[in-house]
């Protein structure tokens, strides 16, 4: 799979998903192995304090587990695994026009 067929089709799944795009980018990032607020802000634009909430929101859903003594740190929990495990399944099925 060629670069661009990858992005098209992780943006075609990106939009037809129904979680908040913040934090589908957030999730994605901690996926991504980008593991805290600091470093999400400066990758994203999104301002810390924006991305903390974020994170804590996801670590009450269950998608993220802090972890470390402070728990500013994020891993993906089980339902944030499967969640990208969704996102991916395209690659699994054929291209739309093979």
Not at 73 to 92: C, D, Q
Request: with cysteine; charged share 20%; glycine share 6%.
């Amino acid at each position: 799979m060629k670069a661009i067929d990858f992005a098209c089709r992780l943006l075609m799944r990106v939009e037809q998903d129904s979680m908040p795009s913040g934090c589908r980018l957030v999730l994605l990032m901690v996926a991504a192995g980008v593991d805290n607020a600091q470093d999400i802000a400066a990758m994203t634009g999104l301002r810390p304090s924006s991305c903390t909430n974020l994170l804590r929101k996801l670590a009450r859903e269950r998608y993220l587990r802090g972890v470390g003594s402070a728990q500013d740190v994020y891993l993906l929990a089980p339902a944030g695994k499967e969640y990208v495990r969704h996102l991916l399944t395209f690659f699994s099925s054929p291209p739309p026009c093979a």
